[in-house]
C-alpha cells in the first residue's frame, strides 16, 4: 500500500474542518404560487345518477420570508382555496352484485384560508422552530401549533431531528339539518398530536441518509358528516417509519438522486408503502440556471378493518365505504422545474396521479372501488429574492 | 461575459474576488463571501479583542476555553502540519514576534530566544473536540499560518453554494479558484519574483484548485548581506533560509499554503519532502534556481 503522503493527510483533515454552524438565511424571499386541482370524471357505467363530474380546488398561494435579527428566519404564508364540484357520498354492492356510486351532485362551493407563521432560531449547533397554523373554511376550522428542532452532534456529520405538533379543529357542517349525520358532527371536535425523531447522517461527500419514527395520534370525530353510512373509531394510532438518502451526481451541472421510502401503519388495519424516486438535474443556460426533476412515486394499501360496500351496515357497527379506506394502489408521475435568472425563480410543477384497485402489491381485493380517484396539479409560481 | 472585480482589505491583506455572471447576484454573493472572510478574521484574529483567540490565549494558564467544531477542526489540521514537520511548524510560535522585530533592523538577543523557546511546544496544549488548554499563562496560539488559506477555501465555497461558477477567490496572493473562466480558459495567475515581488517571474493558468506561495520577501531584514525572513523555526527560533519562494497548487487552498510553507521551513530537506507528495510546484532557492514540475 502507498504510504499516506502529508498532501493526503492534510488534504483529508482539511475537508473534515466543519464550516461554521447553520447560518440563518439572509435574504427576503416574497413568493407567488398558483396551483390547479383537477379531479378526473367517475366512471358514468358505474355512477347511480348522471353526474360524474367530481373536485375541483384553485389554491393561490402568498409567502413571504425574512430574517429577523442576526440570527432568526420567519417565514409565513397566507393561501385561498376555492374549491368546486362533487365528492363520492357512498359505494355499495347493488342486488346484480355490481358496485354503485352515489355522487354529491354539484353541491360544493366552499373557500378555505390557511395562515401560517413558521419562526425558526439557528444556534451554533442546530435551529429551534415553531409553527402556527390557521386554517378557516365555512364549515371548517382549524389551529395547528408545532415545534421543532435540530441538533448538530459529531462535528456535523450527525444530525437530531425532532418536532412535536398538536391541532384542534372543528366542525360545522353546511345544511347541518339536511341529515342525521350533519346534524350529530355539528360542533364536534377533531385533535391530533404529531411526533417526530430522525437522525440524518452525512455519509460522505456525495450522500446522506436520514431516517426517522413518526406517530400521530387523531382522536375526536374522525367521521365523515358529508357521505352516507359513515361511522369510524374516534381515535386513530398511525405510526410511521421512513428513510431519506440523498446521492449527489457529476452530471452535466450537478444532480441529486432522492430516494425515500416509507412504511405507515395504523391501528384501523390499513398498512401502506410509498416508494418515491426523483432526480433533480441542473443546467445552466447561458443566465439561467434550471432544475428540472422528474419524479416517480408508487403508494399502496391495505383497507381498514371496517371498509365496507354494504348499502345499509348496521348502525351499531363500524363502517365506512370511503375509498380511501379501500384497499388500492397508486402511481404518481411528475416533472417540476426551476428556472432562476438574478433574483428570480420561476417554477412550473405537474403531477398525474392515478389509483387503482389492481395496483393493491398487499391485501388486493375483488371488491371494486369505482370512487378510487384520478387527478392532476399543475403549479407555476414565481419567487422574488432581495 | 464581463469580468466583476470586488475589492477589500481583510487579514491585513489586499484581497479580492474576480467573477463572471449576471451582476446583481454576483454582487449579493461577493457581499456574503467578504462577510464570510471577515467573521473568519473575527474568530481567529490574534489581535482583535473577544476574538475566540484572544479568550483562549487570555485564558492560558489559567482555564480551559470552550471551542465549536470548526476551531477543534483547525486546531486538529494544525496538529497534522505540526506532525509532517516533525514540529518545524507550531502554531504556538507566534511568540516568536516578541523576539523578532523587522523594522528595527537587529537581531533578538540569544537570551530573549531563550527565554521564549519553552513557551514554543504545541505537544503540550491540553485539547480535545470541546476545549482547549494553554498550560502556561504566556502562551500563546495563532492561526496566521494558514488562516487566510482556510478564509479563501471558505469564500470560494460561499460562492459555490451560490450557483457562482466562473470566478476566483484572491486573499492577498493565496488563490482558490471558484470555477473556470466562462470560455473555459483558464485564469492567469502570476508567481511573484522573490527578487523583485512586485513583478512576475512566472505564470500559470488555473482551470480549478487552488495555488498559495510562501516566500521569504513578505517580511525580512537584511543584516550584513544575510536575509532574515519571518518564517521562523520552531526550535530554535531562527528564521528559515534555504528557499526564496516555494509555491504549491492544490484542490484546496489550505492545504498549498501548508505545503508550501512546510516545504520552507524543511528547507534544504524540502525539496525531496515535496517530490514525495506528488503535487504541482514551483521552487525557488536563495540563489535564484527555479525547480518545477508544472
Request: charged share 20%; with cysteine; hydrophobic share 35%.
Amino acid at each position: 500500500m502507498k504510504k499516506l503522503t502529508a498532501f493526503g493527510a492534510l488534504s483529508a483533515a482539511a475537508i473534515a474542518i466543519p464550516c461554521q454552524a447553520e447560518v440563518a438565511p439572509t435574504d427576503k424571499i416574497l413568493s407567488y404560487r398558483y396551483t390547479n386541482y383537477q379531479e378526473a370524471d367517475s366512471p358514468r357505467e358505474r355512477t347511480f345518477t348522471a353526474e360524474t363530474g367530481r373536485y375541483q380546488i384553485d389554491v393561490q398561494q402568498f409567502g413571504y420570508r425574512t430574517p429577523v435579527g442576526e440570527s432568526w428566519y420567519i417565514a409565513s404564508e397566507l393561501q385561498f382555496e376555492s374549491m368546486s364540484g362533487a365528492s363520492p357520498t357512498q359505494t355499495y354492492t347493488d342486488a346484480d352484485g355490481k358496485s354503485a356510486l352515489i355522487m354529491s351532485g354539484a353541491s360544493i362551493e366552499e373557500q378555505r384560508v390557511d395562515i401560517k407563521v413558521a419562526p425558526k432560531k439557528y444556534f451554533s449547533g442546530g435551529t429551534a422552530g415553531g409553527l402556527l397554523a390557521l386554517s378557516k373554511e365555512n364549515d371548517y376550522q382549524s389551529l395547528a401549533f408545532g415545534l421543532d428542532g435540530t441538533l448538530d452532534i459529531f462535528n456535523k456529520h450527525t444530525t437530531l431531528i425532532g418536532s412535536f405538533s398538536v391541532s384542534n379543529d372543528e366542525l360545522s357542517p353546511t345544511d347541518a339539518g339536511l341529515s342525521t349525520s350533519r346534524t350529530e358532527a355539528d360542533g364536534q371536535k377533531k385533535r391530533s398530536f404529531s411526533v417526530y425523531e430522525g437522525i440524518s447522517q452525512v455519509i460522505d461527500k456525495y450522500s446522506t441518509l436520514q431516517a426517522g419514527i413518526g406517530y400521530t395520534q387523531l382522536t375526536g370525530y374522525l367521521s365523515d358528516p358529508y357521505k352516507f353510512e359513515d361511522r369510524r373509531p374516534d381515535s386513530r394510532d398511525q405510526i410511521t417509519l421512513s428513510v431519506q438518502h440523498k446521492q449527489f451526481a457529476n452530471v452535466l451541472d450537478g444532480a441529486a438522486l432522492h430516494s425515500n421510502y416509507r412504511y405507515y401503519y395504523d391501528n384501523w388495519g390499513i398498512a401502506s408503502h410509498t416508494l418515491d424516486v426523483r432526480w433533480a438535474q441542473a443546467l445552466n443556460l447561458g443566465q439561467f440556471r434550471l432544475i428540472a426533476t422528474p419524479l416517480v412515486r408508487y403508494y399502496t394499501q391495505t383497507k381498514a378493518d371496517f371498509y365496507t360496500l354494504k348499502q345499509n351496515p348496521a348502525d351499531t357497527d363500524l363502517n365506512s365505504s370511503d375509498y380511501r379506506l379501500s384497499s388500492y394502489g397508486a402511481f404518481t408521475v411528475g416533472f417540476n422545474s426551476e428556472l432562476k435568472f438574478e433574483k428570480w425563480a420561476f417554477h412550473f410543477d405537474w403531477q398525474q396521479y392515478t389509483s387503482r384497485e389492481s395496483f393493491a402489491l398487499f391485501g388486493a381485493s375483488d371488491d371494486e372501488a369505482p370512487a378510487l380517484v384520478n387527478f392532476s396539479t399543475f403549479t407555476a409560481g414565481i419567487d422574488y429574492q432581495f | 461575459m464581463n469580468f466583476h472585480q470586488h475589492n477589500f482589505t481583510a487579514m491585513a491583506s489586499p484581497c479580492k474576488f474576480i467573477l463572471q455572471g449576471e451582476v446583481p447576484a454576483i454582487k449579493q454573493a461577493c457581499l456574503k463571501a467578504e462577510a464570510e472572510v471577515q467573521r473568519i478574521e473575527q474568530k481567529f484574529s490574534r489581535y482583535r479583542e473577544s476574538s475566540l483567540l484572544q479568550v483562549i490565549n487570555k485564558n492560558a494558564g489559567i482555564r480551559s476555553t470552550k471551542i465549536d467544531a470548526e476551531t477543534a477542526g483547525l486546531l486538529n489540521y494544525a496538529q497534522l502540519c505540526y506532525q509532517q514537520s516533525d514540529g518545524l511548524f507550531d502554531i504556538t510560535s507566534g511568540i516568536l514576534r516578541k523576539a523578532w522585530n523587522f523594522k528595527s533592523n537587529t537581531l533578538p538577543r540569544e537570551e530573549t530566544l531563550q527565554q521564549l523557546l519553552p513557551l514554543i511546544n504545541w505537544s503540550t496544549v491540553q485539547w480535545d473536540q470541546d476545549e482547549i488548554f494553554l498550560p502556561n499563562k504566556n502562551m500563546e496560539i495563532d492561526f496566521g499560518g494558514f488562516g487566510k488559506e482556510y478564509a479563501a477555501d471558505r469564500a470560494a465555497e460561499i460562492f459555490q453554494s451560490l450557483g457562482i461558477q466562473h470566478g476566483l477567490v484572491d486573499l492577498g496572493g493565496d488563490i482558490r479558484i471558484i470555477g473556470d473562466k466562462a470560455d473555459k480558459s483558464g485564469w492567469n495567475i502570476g508567481i511573484r519574483d522573490p527578487k523583485q515581488p512586485e513583478s512576475a517571474i512566472s505564470h500559470i493558468t488555473l482551470h480549478q484548485g487552488a495555488m498559495a506561495t510562501s516566500g521569504n520577501y513578505e517580511r525580512f531584514m537584511q543584516i550584513e548581506s544575510q536575509h532574515y525572513c519571518h518564517i521562523m523555526k520552531a526550535n530554535t527560533g531562527w528564521p528559515v533560509n534555504h528557499w526564496a519562494s516555494v509555491t504549491i497548487l492544490a484542490p484546496q487552498c489550505l492545504v498549498a499554503g501548508s505545503l508550501a510553507t512546510l516545504t520552507m521551513l524543511a528547507e534544504e530537506n524540502g525539496e525531496a519532502w515535496l517530490k514525495e507528495q506528488e503535487v504541482p510546484f514551483l521552487t525557488i532557492d536563495i540563489k535564484g534556481t527555479q525547480s518545477s514540475n508544472l
